[in-house]
């Protein structure tokens, strides 16, 4: 039986001026789709061909009123993407005149159509010319009452999968004698391990080596410290989801790297994965002397 699932789906990100278009759009990059700003839609057609020949499925592309000569077009090469299988979704967002109002004076900037005239003058000028595009639109956002946050959220129950609603953790081993990794979110300190380096059958080893890998995690403390880190990482994952931060980098010390960082998280990956998480794995200082 042949498949139903579309070749591809494009999602249109448009509405007005200050209403968190940009927002948007940084939150559909995070979840992991190919975002592009305000291509003329004569070439949407052969962007997407471009794309799906390169495997990217998901595609993002953003319209505000500096496209509006070519608002027009719009339509019609949504029409050919559809006849060509292209799942296509129209999301505009709006807020409120006296919202828009408040974003744009804290940011200083005029509205794309306000001219010489006033703010308001910009914003009827946008409603009039996005009016036929909103009544088109498959969804509807008003970030009035949204917090960036909040908006981020939204756009991510509408266009997440299974891969993004879930937490992505980035496993990193670090030697303390080379500095703390400035990207990390969470530090453990493994150093309260006995050290492999002074077992000289383990020394030239890394944690990587199932000798040292054994040394390590049959330590007394060893499976009650995987314990209680596992248990903290799923206390706080909730929380990091709702903050819309899907990728948190977890970082494990050892005095050089080498032996007992990289031993435990070797073995927290598995025990992540198991959980529904998402893991990479990077020892940082593997190698270094």
């Known amino acids: 039986m042949p498949s139903t699932e579309p070749t591809q789906r494009l999602v249109i990100v448009t509405g007005m001026s200050g209403a968190g278009r940009r927002t948007a759009a940084h939150a559909m990059e995070d979840l992991g789709w190919y975002v592009v700003d305000n291509l003329p839609p004569v070439m949407l057609p052969g962007l997407s061909d471009e794309l799906a020949r390169t495997g990217t499925r998901r595609v993002a592309v953003g319209f505000d009123v500096r496209s509006r000569e070519q608002f027009e077009q719009l339509p019609e090469a949504l029409m050919k993407l559809r006849a060509a299988g292209v799942e296509v979704t129209v999301m505009f967002l709006e807020a409120s005149d006296d ?82 990794p400035i990207d990390a979110d969470i530090v453990f300190d493994v150093r309260f391990l006995p050290n492999p380096f002074w077992v000289p059958a383990l020394r030239p080893k890394t944690g990587l080596s199932p000798d040292v890998a054994r040394y390590v995690l049959e330590q007394p403390a060893a499976p009650a410290f995987q314990k209680h880190a596992l248990a903290l990482l799923e206390t706080m994952a909730p929380g990091y989801m709702r903050e819309g931060k899907r990728q948190v980098t977890v970082a494990v010390g050892c005095t050089g790297g080498k032996h007992r960082s990289t031993a435990i998280c070797e073995a927290l990956a598995p025990q992540l994965r198991e959980r529904g998480y998402g893991v990479t794995i990077l020892h940082r200082d593997m190698g270094k002397e």
Request: aromatic share 4%; proline share 4%.
């Open 99 to 180: 919202i828009i109002v408040q974003r744009q004076e804290s940011n200083r900037r005029p509205l794309p159509l306000q001219g010489d005239g006033r703010l308001v003058d910009g914003m009827v000028r946008e409603r009039l010319l996005l009016a036929d595009l909103r009544a088109r639109a498959d969804i509807v956002v008003n970030t009035s009452g949204l917090t960036p946050r909040q908006l981020t959220q939204r756009v991510a129950n509408h266009f997440g999968d299974d891969r993004t609603d879930t937490l992505r953790v980035a496993l990193m081993s670090f030697g303390f004698k080379n500095g703390l």
